[in-house]
C-alpha cells in the first residue's frame, strides 16, 4: 500500500518529487556544509544563497544520472518482499552514496567558482561528514516530506474515484 500511495505513479509525480527533494536539499544541505566548511556566519549564508541556484541544477543532472545506478544498487541489497521503509532507506542510502561521491567535487568546484585538485586531493576528509549531513537530510527531511505530499495528492485522486 505504502509503495502504491506515497511513490510517484507517473512522469509528472515523479517530477514534483525529485523538485520538493531537490530544492529542500540544497537550500538545507549547502549551507549546512559549507558553514561547516567556513563557519557560521551571515557572510557565508549571503555567499552560499548566490550560488545555490548552479548547486540545484547540478544537482537535478546528478539526480537523473545516478537514478538508475541506486536503484540497481537498492535492488541487489533489499529482497523483494522487505517492507516498505526497508526499501526507501536503502534507496537513500544508495542514492545518497553515489551523489555526494559527485558533489563533494562539483560542489567544492561550484561554491569555490573555480576548477582545482583541492576537492579531490580532500575527499576522504571531506566526503564522510558530507554523506553524513546529506543523508540525515534526506531521509528525515526532504524525503519524507516529498512523500507525505504524494501521499496527500494519491489520497484525493483516488477519493474522487471513488465518489
Not at 568546484?109 to 585538485?117: D, F, L, N, V
Not at 526532504?142 to 495528492?153: D, E, F, G, K
Request: contains cysteine; positive net charge; aromatic residues 12%.
Amino acid at each position: 500500500m505504502d509503495f502504491h500511495m506515497r511513490l510517484p505513479r507517473n512522469k509528472r509525480e515523479f517530477t514534483l518529487f525529485i523538485a520538493i527533494v531537490s530544492v529542500l536539499s540544497v537550500n538545507i544541505i549547502a549551507p549546512l556544509i559549507t558553514c561547516f566548511e567556513l563557519g557560521f556566519s551571515l557572510n557565508v549564508w549571503a555567499d552560499v544563497l548566490r550560488i545555490i541556484p548552479f548547486v540545484w541544477l547540478s544537482v537535478i543532472a546528478l539526480v537523473l544520472l545516478t537514478y538508475k545506478p541506486a536503484e540497481w544498487l537498492t535492488d541487489k541489497i533489499v529482497a523483494k518482499d522487505d517492507s516498505f521503509r526497508a526499501h526507501i532507506t536503502i534507496n537513500i542510502l544508495c542514492t545518497v552514496l553515489l551523489m555526494s561521491v559527485f558533489l563533494t567535487v562539483i560542489g567544492t568546484w561550484i561554491g569555490g567558482r573555480r576548477i582545482s585538485m583541492e576537492p579531490i586531493q580532500l575527499f576522504f576528509y571531506k566526503w564522510p561528514r558530507n554523506f553524513a549531513i546529506s543523508f540525515a537530510v534526506e531521509a528525515l527531511f526532504a524525503q519524507p516530506i516529498a512523500r507525505t505530499v504524494l501521499y496527500v495528492i494519491h489520497s484525493r485522486m483516488d477519493a474522487l474515484k471513488q465518489d
